[in-house]
């Protein structure tokens, strides 16, 4: 089983609260009572700039979440951050582990460049300000999946600062609204991973496995804009759709991890229970960071890594050995289109709803799914939209599947939606022929079609002559129809719809019975 | 042989005087002889023996490694080495055999080098005597030196027997001893704080601390790794710079190691006049404390650089004093970090206690780690917990830049070379050593030495003369931050002038009695 590669650090998750005018946390109605008090404490220990500086006044306030995040993400690479270890999944226990990622004495860290060079890149993707010198520091911590005894992270000196994270929640009323809202990047950080530990309950024992530790994460921290778990949600779904861009992190978490995280975000009062029995335990309020105070990392400089130096265009040594130095400007130009660019273009460029180009960038695979069918079809870009975003969607979820694993492929999707485009079949028509090829039977959308005998009647003949039978057979809905009912038309279409087995495109139908009716 | 310098033997050895066999079961018998020195916790004999008999056929073919090649050495143990154990004298590494060789090490068998055995040390290079080890503490030499012997025989107050043998000084004492007493030609020692001079002083050596990131430390199990330096011992100067020119170099194990080599191989010129070099005189190590045999010996040497043309000037490094505590701080404070590893989980010592992974911990580090160790984790601790960061660590950061601040402008005021004392006193005798505890003594006896470190610069302690009592006196060069070939040519004048003694041990390796007894007082020794 693979383990989820974008973690929540389990120290990294910092809740807090602080005033804000009442209105300001959308969607979610604020925690009252007994839970603001057990909050408080977060609130005065957080010590998280307030958002809004205006002094409240006197019961005019309510309580408001302030989430801040840091988010882990791991680095694509194929070598460890600081030792030319392997990085691989399912690979047996502690087969990928240097003398160094074991931490035998003498061994010492050799930067990945790789690892900065995606630093380096989200960095800029998240408008940070890229330092062109910054640090290493040794956080300290006895743990058994730690065999250092310290890790080596960023603290005093990151490699990016000051950036920020936009992200579109749809809360609009009208349909397809997405609001823009932005939370800033405090500082982008590389670190090491550490191990994984395997209790063994049974004999009281503790496995470590190493092939995780050393491998490099990207920390990102984010300050405390986020105003509830929905927000957060999607704020970190959008850093994992950049890192996927970028490449820099396949940030691939299961979908249940997905799951139970927004999950967890959006149901505050998960963090929240868990102070409270804490609460009960002691009798007293304490709060997370207060017990995670007690932990004092003593941290101090790394001092087998000199500071990495970053050059940019104007700063580059003119004698500089590529393979030794890292060029910001370099790998500003090799950024690849971003997210939100993405999405702009699938609106100006198919005309579709701004929450549609949402949904086909959030789930993994769908774009690309969506953008080979437009490139095979002659149908509207809208109607392969509709298609790919309500039946296709709507069968992958209903099966809990991925794109890559649907069984119908982008060109099954084209042909089919051919069919409808040349008015050859119906749209329920083409509908049923979907539900064939979901069933995996190997046959073309055109093998559907003439096995079942869906073609439209092209007949016209042969469809008048049903029409007239209807009529005949129902003279109590002609009569309607000709005293003026509007539905009444509706009522024959169905009729002659249903003699034909579904095979007559109603708006011919329609034209025909209107001929006929003489309206 | 024996007493031969490393050039003379590898001369000797392409020659054919002598085979790299028999030169390696000479050195063999000779660390029999001196066990009871303790210089070597391990003597990996069937090794240097299968070393010695590749290097014979390579000098039969023709096929010579080098100047290295067939040459004894020792390494202190706590540079790792493939496959023989690395116990940087502690319980904690007892039985650890690292599946490594540290680079140096690496670089020295690459070149035909014959490991003859790991030597003894302080406890992970915490101390100044080499005293403070689980393997017991290293005799100097040079207590039963000719030398020495006729001296204490003149003196009506000195005590017979052996009762009052001499420390090495450390913490390398056992490369010292080992090169002391002729049983290898060169010896690896680290130098954090002096741990290189201070026992070369000691021993009558040439100990050799190059500039930081001159030398891998990759493979060095670290005191502190912004300090240490792989330190060469070896009884010449010459000796001193062709170890030098083999460890010189970047090593991509080791990002602190500089990218532009030194000219390899590197061979010093012998210095016809010194007219053009400025020697600074630092007025601040002129301390009460030092020993007038000393100070008398240091400004000798002065007057001598004078008398040959050299400009001699006293310069100020004012925040000498502050050195010291400003060592204690930073070096402690990475001791604490540095020792976090030895958890008793991977390697080396576990206690028996189970009953949780933090019982185990604590228990593992108390068993494993002596009162020296305990202590400066302790005090480094508390030098990084966040409410003293910036009063201590940080404070001492600034203070040490200060320090190599100072050492800067006296070079920049036109002085080549500082001239300086290696050690306030000569070598004391063990029970004298012990009567303070190990921190007083550190120091003390890092006095001289250890600015050199927090600086980075490279420094040679070279013996001057013999004391009244018939031990050895070094006196240290410190030169600019990467000229170490400068600084050695340097050294290499002043040792040509100096002309400083052979060690003189036959009587002693001849009589057997003597020995016997001995072995009986480090076996005593070892138990304590």
Redesign the interface.
């Known amino acids: 089983m693979a383990a989820p590669m974008l973690r929540w650090g389990c120290r990294g998750r910092r809740w807090a609260l602080a005033w804000v005018d009442g209105g300001s946390c959308h969607r979610r109605g604020a925690p009252t009572g007994s839970t603001s008090n057990r909050i408080r404490g977060q609130s005065s220990l957080a010590q998280q700039p307030l958002r809004t500086a205006q002094k409240p006044r006197k019961g005019e306030h309510k309580w408001a979440a302030v989430v801040g995040l840091e988010i882990h993400a791991q680095i694509s690479s194929n070598s460890k951050l600081f030792s030319g270890s392997q990085v691989r999944f399912s690979a047996p226990p502690n087969s990928l582990v240097s003398?160094f990622d074991?931490?035998?004495?003498?061994?010492?860290?050799?930067?990945n460049r790789r690892c900065v060079e995606a630093a380096v890149m989200t960095g800029l993707a998240l408008n940070c300000h890229i330092n062109k010198k910054s640090l290493f520091d040794?956080k300290?911590y006895?743990y058994?999946d730690l065999?250092?005894?310290?890790q080596i992270t960023q603290q005093r000196l990151p490699i990016a600062v000051n950036g920020s994270l936009t992200y579109g929640i749809s809360a609009g009323k009208e349909r397809g609204q997405v609001i823009p809202k932005t939370v800033r990047v405090k500082q982008i950080q590389l670190e090491q991973d550490s191990g994984k530990s395997l209790h063994d309950d049974l004999r009281s024992q503790?496995l470590?496995d190493l092939n995780r530790a050393g491998v490099g994460l990207l920390e990102v921290v984010l300050e405390p804009d986020l105003s509830c778990g929905e927000e957060a949600a999607t704020a970190v779904r959008e850093l994992q759709l950049i890192l996927q861009a970028l490449g820099t992190s396949q940030a691939n978490m299961a979908d249940y991890e997905i799951q139970r995280q927004i999950s967890e975000l959006e149901n505050g009062g998960e963090i929240l229970n868990e102070t409270r029995s804490f609460h009960e335990k002691l009798g007293c309020t304490v709060s997370m960071r207060d017990k995670e105070a007690k932990q004092?990392?003593?941290?101090?400089p790394e001092?087998?890594?000199?500071p990495l130096l970053l050059y940019d265009a104007t700063s580059l040594p003119t004698d500089a050995d590529p393979q030794q130095v890292i060029n910001i400007d370099q790998i500003r130009e090799m950024l690849p289109e971003l997210p939100s660019v993405t999405r702009e273009r699938l609106v100006q460029q198919y005309g579709m709803l701004p929450e549609h180009s949402f949904t086909l960038l959030n789930e993994v695979g769908l774009l690309e799914f969506f953008q080979n069918v437009i490139k095979e079809t002659r149908a509207e870009p809208k109607k392969v939209t509709s298609w790919v975003l309500n039946i296709f969607l709507g069968y992958l979820k209903q099966e809990n599947l991925a794109v890559s694993e649907s069984p119908v492929t982008p060109s099954a999707l084209a042909e089919l939606l051919d069919l409808l485009d040349s008015r050859t079949i119906s749209s329920s028509a083409a509908k049923q022929v979907f539900e064939e090829l979901w069933k995996r039977e190997g046959k073309t959308p055109g093998q559907i079609v003439s096995e079942k005998q869906l073609e439209l009647m092209q007949d016209r003949g042969a469809l008048e002559q049903f029409c007239y039978s209807v009529m005949k057979d129902h003279p109590q809905v002609v009569m309607d129809v000709k005293k003026g009912n509007p539905r009444a038309i509706n009522k024959l279409i169905g009729l002659v719809r249903k003699a034909t087995l579904n095979r007559a495109d109603p708006a011919v139908i329609k034209e025909i019975l209107e001929k006929q009716l003489s309206l | 042989m024996l007493g031969q310098t490393l050039r003379e033997v590898s001369a000797a050895l392409k020659q054919g005087q002598i085979t790299p066999t028999e030169l390696c079961q000479k050195c063999l018998s000779l660390i029999k002889k001196t066990k009871f020195l303790n210089a070597y916790i391990t003597v990996s004999e069937e090794v240097a023996l299968k070393q010695a008999e590749e290097s014979e056929k390579r000098y039969k073919n023709g096929q010579s490694l080098g100047d290295l090649d067939g040459i004894p050495i020792a390494v202190k143990d706590n540079f790792s080495t493939s496959g023989i154990e690395t116990t940087c004298a502690s319980n904690m590494l007892k039985g650890y055999v690292p599946p490594y060789n540290a680079t140096v090490v690496q670089k020295l068998l690459d070149q035909g080098a014959l490991l003859m055995g790991k030597t003894n040390l302080d406890e992970f290079a915490m101390g100044s005597g080499s005293t403070d080890g689980v393997f017991g503490p290293v005799k100097n030499p040079w207590s039963y030196s000719k030398q020495y012997r006729e001296k204490r025989k003149q003196n009506p107050h000195s005590e017979s027997g052996d009762s009052d043998w001499l420390i090495t000084g450390g913490s390398s004492g056992g490369s010292a001893a080992a090169v002391s007493a002729f049983t290898c030609y060169a010896a690896l020692g680290s130098d954090t704080g002096g741990s290189t001079r201070n026992p070369a002083a000691h021993c009558g050596l040439v100990g050799f601390k190059p500039s930081y990131g001159l030398v891998s430390r990759h493979g060095l199990i670290p005191l502190v790794n912004s300090m240490d330096v792989p330190g060469i011992l070896t009884r010449c100067v010459d000796d001193a710079a062709m170890v030098l020119g083999v460890l010189a170099g970047h090593d991509p194990k080791d990002s602190t190691t500089v990218h532009d080599p030194i000219n390899k191989p590197l061979v010093l010129s012998s210095l016809a006049d010194v007219s053009k070099l400025c020697i600074g005189i630092p007025k601040e190590y002129l301390v009460p404390e030092l020993s007038s045999e000393i100070q008398s010996l240091w400004s000798r040497a002065a007057d001598l650089f004078e008398s040959e043309g050299a400009k001699v000037i006293e310069v100020s490094l004012p925040h000498t004093s502050y050195s010291i505590v400003c060592y204690h701080v930073l070096c402690t404070s990475e001791v604490a970090s540095n020792m976090a590893r030895f958890d008793g989980l991977q390697y080396g010592h576990r206690c028996d206690i189970d009953v949780s992974t933090e019982a185990m911990y604590a228990a593992t580090r108390r068993e494993g780690f002596n009162d020296v160790v305990r202590g400066r984790i302790l005090s480094g601790n508390f030098f990084l917990l966040k409410e003293n960061y910036e009063n201590y660590f940080v404070k001492a950061q600034k203070v040490r830049r200060l320090i190599a601040n100072d050492f800067v402008n006296a070079f920049n005021s036109g002085v080549d070379v500082l001239l300086t004392p290696t050690t306030l006193s000569e070598a004391v005798p063990y029970l004298e050593f012990i009567k303070e505890d190990n921190r007083t003594r550190s120091a003390q006896d890092d006095i001289f030495t250890q600015a050199v470190n927090m600086a980075g610069l490279p420094a040679v302690s070279i013996p001057i003369a013999l004391s009244n009592q018939g031990l050895p006196i070094g006196l240290q060069f410190i030169g600019r931050a990467f000229y170490d070939q400068q600084l050695l040519t340097v050294a290499k004048w002043f040792e040509k002038q100096v002309q400083f003694p052979v060690i003189q041990l036959q009587e002693l390796m001849d009589d057997c009695s003597a020995i016997l007894e001995n072995e009986k007082l480090a076996s005593v020794s070892l138990k304590q």
């Open positions: 003398f074991a931490s035998l004495p003498g061994t010492l860290p050799v930067l040794r300290h006895f058994a065999p250092a005894g310290y503790t470590v004092d990392y003593r941290f101090m001092p087998n890594l000199p």
